[in-house]
């Protein structure tokens, strides 16, 4: 009797205590996680973010820059920080959907409360001006007719630009050559100097190099053509349904206060509205898209069955699970 | 509006503040261990936001060129390069303080990383265009016969062939551990995903050079007798700098050549630079023991770097480092996309950067010049405080840069690993250079095998590559020749001075 009534005090302490921290929450500053190094496309953006977070937060918003294992390190973090709000991160594809498919990861996207998803990076393949074909269905009319001599160079092994090609290719029913790069400019540098014929990246990483007549734009995979490449063809309309972005958005550990939650989502919703914040992201080539938490959660769940298929298909599938 | 006009615009007085902070800024980050230039330059982007471009963005290059620069402070004082650029530095600038010369030694870099700096942006504001195309001939052969040729730095920076070769493999097997380039798959981690991206570059570099001094120390710590530093005046001697000349040369040359070629960074430009003028020295075994010219050839590398990192970013829009990658975002912010466009359509904001990367400079060496005597300070703290100083400071540096504490295990690890290497007499650098160019030299052979089908011939044929390679067996052989002539001679002396007497 005496031990439950020790529990029941013990209960209702934490409950008026964490009443009492949700009604003033943002008490402290809140911490955004970003996985990845400071100075990064993910890392401004969040920055910019947390500048107009601030505002509808009412409260400091600091980043805070936890790099390494491919963001895994900085996610695993935020999604074992305390669910108090105080400790939010940016959720990216890479690391929440394709990693823990690799294994030797602790977390899984289970463990993952989607807040908003700021924007998607589309993905299109380019080719050096000298490659021997000029739109979607030559390049996958070469590779058909060339298997495995087709080279597509990517940001990294593993990563979303390298599955990307690899769930291309399969749905296309051709075999490329992905070429995993250090980092994205380097791909796009192979590209350009024609040690590659081509290169899978995101639109802002190529438009200035189409511009110039050093690359033509081959293929989107997007539902429909964009904005940036006009004229150049979906990978649907060259004959192959297959569609890939990579994204990005504000993630929590699971089990939040709803109180803070509702804060938190509400300040999101407000920042995605403000104009300031979205022209600046405009000027930095986010494209942004804005998804309230379920829409960010079911796009996240669809990538993770497709990344699945793929990587088990291509043989990665927990390559680096505990034996 | 001309060229004129866009100069005088650099020239307001504001626009001249924001620089000066910068480059001061930029040599106080370069000088503490564990935070870098990049370090720097990114943290501060959001203030540029709301600056005009060119303002902006020379405050981002003052953090540069003064980061740079800042890390050969702590090389030369405290055996701890201050960012991975100056890491060269030690092996000269720490012998050089010892020895009573730290005024000079510091005095040295701050001249030879004005002369590459200033010598860097003189090629980016005439040659930019022309010579950004190297940066597109360089594939993965090429990036791997460079690689390659620069591991042949270990034989003649190590005195012992054989310790030299052990050293410079532990490192190529240690920058092992980590995700597989290629397949992506981790290897030599045992399960510690703290390791999946390998051993954390940084901290290793502390821990081997600055972690391994400080147990060398502490063997003394109690030995209480107080030894005080001289500090010495701030200027070479007029012998020194002619001595040096030659290293400038070619450490300019070098550091901005290197800078072009994007991703091989200031690190590997010092310790090219650092054996080419070696090499050419008439006495090569005055190197490492506290000679100017070795700090010059390091300095005025990793400073003609930036200007010549700046020269494919600016006319391609490819930046080749992770500080030039931080550049074009905060170019992107204002809405500028860096590449051949820029120069037509913003002659004002190019212009504007070629002369605040002159202007930065400048402020480097005229505040270089006059910080001297405060930083020789450090010498004149008691050697107990200061060491227990540096190992707080190692901690605190390695920590900072990813807030993993896996990266204090590193540290401590390659500590010990340093420790046992210079009880034993194994160079430390041949390791450093292995840590830097291993993965560079693997992960670019695998790249450039796989697109050429493994085709062994086809992947050697380019004409860089040719020579590099050539090259390589030459830079090996070059100081086994040179160390028989050398007992050669000594026997000869020896068996004229005995017939003589």
């Known amino acids: 009797m005496r031990r439950f009534a020790f529990a029941a005090l013990c209960l209702s302490a934490l409950a008026v205590s964490t009443s009492a921290f949700a009604a003033d929450y943002p008490a402290r500053p809140v911490q955004v996680i970003v996985p990845y190094n400071a100075g990064g496309g993910t890392d401004l953006a969040a920055r910019v973010l947390a500048q107009s977070l601030e505002k509808y937060l009412g409260g400091t918003v600091i980043v805070r820059n936890q790099p390494g294992g491919g963001g895994s390190i900085g996610t695993s973090a935020t999604l074992h920080a305390k669910p108090d709000g105080y400790t939010i991160g940016t959720g990216s594809q890479g690391p929440l959907v394709m990693l823990p498919n690799y294994g030797g990861i602790d977390y899984g996207i289970q463990d993952v409360d989607f807040l908003a998803l700021m924007g998607r990076n589309l993905m299109v393949i380019a080719a050096n001006k000298d490659a021997p074909y000029n739109n979607a269905k030559e390049f996958l009319a070469y590779a058909k007719a060339h298997p495995g001599e087709v080279t597509v160079g990517n940001s990294g092994a593993g990563g979303a630009n390298h599955v990307a090609t690899e769930g291309l290719a399969m749905e296309a029913n051709v075999k490329l050559k992905p070429m995993p790069f250090g980092g994205s400019a380097a791909a796009v540098t192979a590209a350009l100097g024609g040690h590659i014929q081509s290169v899978i990246a995101h639109p802002p990483e190529l438009i200035n190099h189409v511009k110039a007549g050093n690359l033509k734009p081959i293929m989107v995979l997007e539902e429909k053509r964009i904005a940036d490449f006009p004229d150049t063809m979906t990978a649907k309309e060259a004959g192959t349904d297959f569609t890939w972005a990579a994204w990005k958005g504000i993630v929590a550990p699971k089990g939040l206060p709803a109180d803070v939650r509702a804060k938190l989502v509400d300040a999101l919703d407000k920042t995605f509205h403000d104009a300031d914040f979205l022209k600046k992201m405009k000027d930095m080539g986010e494209d942004i898209d804005y998804r309230k938490s379920d829409g960010y959660k079911a796009l996240a769940m669809k990538d993770a069955a497709t990344a699945e298929k793929v990587t088990r298909a291509i043989g990665l599938y927990g390559m680096n699970a505990k034996k | ?501």
Not at chain 2, 460 to 467: F, K, N, Q, V
């Open chain 2, 1 to 501: 509006m001309d060229a004129t006009s866009y100069i005088l615009h650099v020239l307001q007085p504001e626009i001249l503040a924001v620089i000066a902070m910068g480059t001061l800024g930029g040599i106080i980050i370069g000088a503490l261990p564990g935070l870098t230039a990049t370090m720097g330059v990114a943290l501060l982007i959001p203030m540029t936001f709301g600056m005009d471009p060119v303002e902006g963005l020379s405050m981002l290059i003052g953090i540069y060129v003064g980061g740079i620069y800042g890390g050969c402070i702590s090389s030369i004082l405290i055996k701890t390069p201050g960012t991975p650029a100056s890491a060269a530095t030690v092996l000269d600038g720490y012998p050089m303080a010892q020895k009573g010369e730290a005024g000079k030694a510091l005095g040295m870099a701050t001249i030879a990383s004005a002369a590459g700096g200033l010598f860097s942006a003189l090629v980016l504001a005439t040659l930019a265009p022309q010579l950004a195309n190297i940066a597109l001939r360089f594939g993965p052969a090429e990036y791997f016969a460079l690689a390659l040729f620069g591991l042949t730095i270990i034989a003649s920076l190590s005195g012992d062939l054989l310790k030299g070769a052990i050293a410079g493999m532990l490192g190529v097997l240690v920058s092992c551990v980590g995700a597989d380039p290629i397949s992506g798959a981790s290897r030599y981690t045992f399960g510690f995903t703290g390791f999946a991206a390998g051993f954390a570059f940084t901290p290793a570099l502390i821990g081997l050079f600055a972690v391994s001094e400080v147990f060398v120390q502490l063997e003394h710590i109690f030995d209480d007798r107080v030894k005080t530093m001289k500090v010495s005046g701030v200027w070479p001697t007029l012998a020194d700098l002619r001595e040096s000349t030659g290293a400038l040369v070619r450490g300019s040359l070098i550091g901005t050549i290197i800078g072009i070629v994007p991703g091989v960074g200031s690190g590997t430009a010092s310790w090219i630079s650092y054996n080419e003028t070696r090499r050419a020295s008439k006495t090569p075994e005055k190197f490492g023991t506290g000679y100017a010219p070795g700090i010059a050839a390091t300095e005025s590398a990793n400073n003609a770097v930036c200007g010549g990192a700046l020269v494919p970013l600016l006319a391609l829009g490819l930046p080749g480092d992770v500080v030039t990658a931080v550049l074009m975002g905060g170019l992107m912010i204002q809405g500028l996309a860096p590449g051949p466009l820029l120069f037509q359509d913003h002659p004002e904001v190019v212009v504007g950067l070629f002369t605040s990367n002159f202007i930065a400079n400048i402020f480097m060496f005229v505040f270089g010049m006059a910080g001297i005597a405060y930083f020789s300070k450090i010498l004149l703290v008691p050697k107990k405080i200061l060491t227990i100083a540096i190992a707080l400071f190692c901690f605190i540096g390695s920590y900072a840069i990813n807030l993993n504490v896996v990266d204090l295990y590193t540290m401590l690890g390659f500590g010990v690993v340093g420790y046992v290497m210079q009880k034993f007499n194994f160079s430390q650098a041949a390791l450093c250079i292995a840590l830097i160019l291993g993965p560079m030299a693997e992960s670019n052979l695998r790249l450039g095998l796989l697109n050429v089908d493994n085709d062994v011939i086809k992947f050697c044929s380019g004409p860089i590559t040719l020579t590099f390679l050539l090259l390589t067996p030459l830079s090996l052989a070059w100081p086994i020749w040179q160390q028989r002539r050398a007992k050669q001679k000594a026997a000869r002396a020896a068996a004229s001075g005995g017939a003589s007497s």
